[in-house]
């Protein structure tokens, strides 16, 4: 899309180097998203919360659930999924602020700490898992689509439904942010509903079960219980690193205090529910696969119809906000394309992840390592991006070096490279907390690069 170019000077710099920044209509059309600084702010809080919610709904947050099997009861599973949100809700509110004030995406945020050139290296990193959780993420929903089929009119064709269920995510995709506000602020409610209703339903059908085997364990406060806290973390260590994607549509007005409890507010009823959910289940049938353990908990042919269309309408709710509109804009960026043949990229990208092999019991240890393994990279880039933009830069951003691909930013501040790596192999060698641990070495490496490092000095430039 063709924006109209302006002159801007960032708050509180005075005159800057005089370089023509892109301008964001005023009256943005649905699915024209651009990397210029967002004016059309088209989220309040509330729509903004409501969004989040029904973007958290995760069936791999289900999955998550069901590796804590056998070591953490309901009370310990219960807080340290309580911790990793509010965590969650302190480092989205954290990370999105330059996004909020300045109406940056992630991919300009991070060009002071990777330069022009070396954004891909982070982009990159953020599109990859949402990619693999895109497909997924389908193959979950087609599932539960193919299981309605099949019970209520006898079809039974998953491979049909996993592309036309994926066909429709991308057409919903192509409307950006517009079409995001309407389809998560209408069924969030559904979405809360179900979520009460499923609890329910499995507390009732294998309740003596869950008592012998989840409530009634010992379990332990010690490291496996801090690593059940980052496993739920790390689910969304991929959006801490690209909220800016979408705190640049909220409105200008809300406070970064009312900003952590939206955050919270609205991430922790979808992960507290499914993460249980996913525990109770697997421990007593013992099966991770949520269509299966859905279909031997419900009797009731209706209600089970109701919570298998849940289930597919969850995976659209998250994969439009969470895993289409990152790797779009990280196309969008790196060959120049629209948001709208991003977001149809992203979906044929899909297709490659095999989801079919994801969603098998035997690799519910296999998607945990998963998780780990790339939050060791999303953690040192967090902590990067938060040091540049506090510590650096004292919240106090010239758009013009942002978006001019010649100025101080140019190429590649290996700074946020070399940090980056620092903080990955620590948090390789602690796997179970990777994310925690990752971000002192990470956030200290950069601070001193960019002090000492005489070739990092004029990405010093604000």
Known sequence: MAVAQQKIVAPGLGAGAGTAVPDASQHKAAGEESLAPQQTRIMDRWSYLLAWLGGCVSIGTFAMGSSLV?????????????????????????????????????????????????????????????????????WIGAGALNAVSATMFGYDNLVMWFIAFQLIQVALSIYGFHGIKW???????????????????????????????ITGIEGTWGLPFWGATMLF????????????????????????????????????????????????????????DPIKVFSSAVDNKPLLVVTLLFIAFAQVTTNVLNNVVPPAYVLMDVFKLSFRKSAVLVGLLAFATF??????????????????????????????????????????????????????YRGVNWAGIVATAVGAMVALSFPSVSWYASLPPAGFTYWLLMNHWDACQRFRHN
Request: net charge positive.
């Open 183 to 213: 389809l998560e602020n209408i069924g969030s409610g559904f979405i809360l509903f179900s979520l009460v209703y499923m609890f329910y339903a499995v507390i009732t059908k294998f309740g003596g079960q869950v008592d012998a085997k």
């Open 70 to 138: 056998g070591q953490l009861n309901m009370l310990q599973a219960a807080t340290a999924i309580a911790i990793g949100c509010f965590v969650i809700g302190i480092a989205l509110a954290i990370n999105g602020a330059a996004g909020h004030k300045y109406g940056i995406p992630f991919m300009v945020q991070a060009r002071s700490a990777f330069g022009f050139a070396g954004t891909r290296f982070p982009g990159f990193v953020r599109a990859i898992p949402a990619v693999v959780w895109f497909g997924f993420q389908s």
């Open 233 to 288: 973390l790390g689910i969304y260590s991929t959006m801490m690193l690209n909220v800016s994607d979408y705190s640049r549509e909220l409105h200008k007005d809300v406070k970064p205090g009312a900003l952590t409890a939206i955050y919270s507010m609205s991430i922790l009823p979808a992960t507290l529910f499914m993460g249980l959910i996913g525990l109770m289940v697997s421990g007593a049938t013992g099966t991770a």
């Open 355 to 408: 989801p079919w092999v994801l969603v098998k019991d035997e690799s519910a240890a296999g998607l945990q390592i998963f998780v780990q393994t790339y939050s060791a990279f999303l953690g040192p880039i967090f902590a990067i991006l938060v040091v540049d933009y506090y510590i650096l830069r004292r919240r106090t951003l010239n758009l013009q070096h942002f978006y001019d691909a010649d100025g101080p």
